[in-house]
Structures are given as structure tokens and as C-alpha cells.
């Protein structure tokens, strides 16, 4: 077993910012032959799937009922 190998990623991986430790745990635990969250919501915004919404009354004001 290669303790130092293993010693060195730790420390790189502890050094990381929040952003690149996400990064790494979608490269390392996530199948990417799957489209991200990301990827769909971005889709869904340019493809103009939800446009539809835009023209939708709104239902509901800060006044209806009691705030939770």
C-alpha cells in the first residue's frame, strides 16, 4: 500500500476550495453518462419548456392565509 500517495491526496484534497471538492465528488461518485441537474435545468430555461408559466396568474399573494 502506498501510505504517502495516499497522505498527499489527502492533504491536496483538504486544500481544495468548496467549489473544486464539489467538482471532485461528481467526478469521483456520480455517473456522468446521466445528464447533471445543471445540464437539464439549463435545457429546460434555453429550450423555453417552462415559458408557458410567465403567462400564468398568480395564485397567491403574501396576504392569503397564515405564514408558516
Not at 28 to 46: G, I, K, N, V
Amino acid at each position: 500500500m502506498n501510505t504517502k500517495l495516499v497522505e498527499s491526496l489527502v492533504k491536496v484534497i483538504l486544500s481544495l476550495s468548496e467549489e473544486e471538492r464539489s467538482l471532485l465528488e461528481e467526478k469521483l461518485f456520480f455517473d456522468s453518462s446521466y445528464p447533471s441537474t445543471r445540464d437539464l435545468m439549463q435545457l429546460a430555461q434555453y429550450g423555453k419548456a417552462f415559458d408557458f408559466l410567465y403567462y400564468e396568474p398568480d395564485l397567491y399573494t403574501l396576504e392569503d392565509g397564515e405564514p408558516i
